[in-house]
């Protein structure tokens, strides 16, 4: 079945750690997001990719970093600048050039810090 | 810069009908979108509407556009307690590719 991975699905951290957090997808899709969830705020854009070797700033970008040297990979890196990294993490995929714009979803990934 | 609001959250009784709303602010809006999240995961698109519609019905759900007012709304008929999520509205416009907008999301509480 085509989809989103995410992982892992919870994580722990010690204040001052860098943590990755992965995301695959097989959907063959060209664009993939990166958002960032908080009680009562909705979703926030970190970065967007829509194409191998490019991705983009989005709305709360500092204290995090991506990379996108594969179509089917986007992992994200939570490094320790940034402030309140606590958070559940979601990773989404989309066509770019045709369709609606939907986004396809994993399950997230929830990032505590200790 | 362009904003989607909605209210955090309603509660209905099982059966009757749900009426969820939303405001957005981009004048450019190409597509409207509802999703929903269960808990503890990720978003699911459940209806979209284009923005030269005024309503799209699939099943129990009713979509409203009021383009004029900047005003979606999302009618669930015959409400489950399965029904139970949060719904987010969402928006894209032409420009800048598909960024999407997200409102902050209607916690939906359905009593048996």
């Known amino acids: 079945d085509g989809g989103i991975t995410q992982s892992p699905k919870y994580l722990f951290r010690k204040e001052g750690q860098n943590v990755t957090l992965s995301c695959e997808q097989n959907l063959n899709h060209d664009a993939m997001y990166w958002y960032r969830q908080d009680p009562g705020q909705g979703l926030r854009l970190i970065y967007y990719s829509q194409i191998v070797n490019d991705f983009q700033k989005g709305d709360i970008a500092e204290g995090y970093s991506v990379s996108r040297e594969k179509k089917e990979s986007f992992p994200l890196t939570v490094t320790s600048a940034q402030k309140n990294p606590t958070a559940f993490y979601l990773c989404a995929s989309s066509v770019v050039e045709t369709g609606t714009g939907e986004l396809f979803f994993g399950e997230g990934s929830r990032l505590t810090v200790l | 810069g362009e904003d989607v609001e909605q209210s955090l959250f309603l509660s209905v009784r099982e059966g009757d009908s749900s009426v969820i709303n939303c405001t957005y602010t981009?004048?450019?809006?190409?597509?409207l979108y509802w999703y929903k999240q269960e808990p503890g995961a990720g978003l699911q698109l459940l209806t979209y509407?284009?923005?030269?519609?005024d309503m799209k019905q699939d099943q129990r759900l009713t979509v409203l556009l009021n383009k004029k007012d900047k005003h979606l709304s999302l009618r669930i008929a015959d409400t489950q307690t399965g029904d139970s999520a949060i719904y987010f509205c969402a928006e894209t416009s032409n420009t800048g590719g598909f960024k999407t907008i997200f409102g902050a999301g209607t916690r939906l509480f359905v009593k048996a």
């Open positions: 981009d004048s450019s809006s190409t597509y």
């Open positions: 509407i284009f923005s030269n519609m």
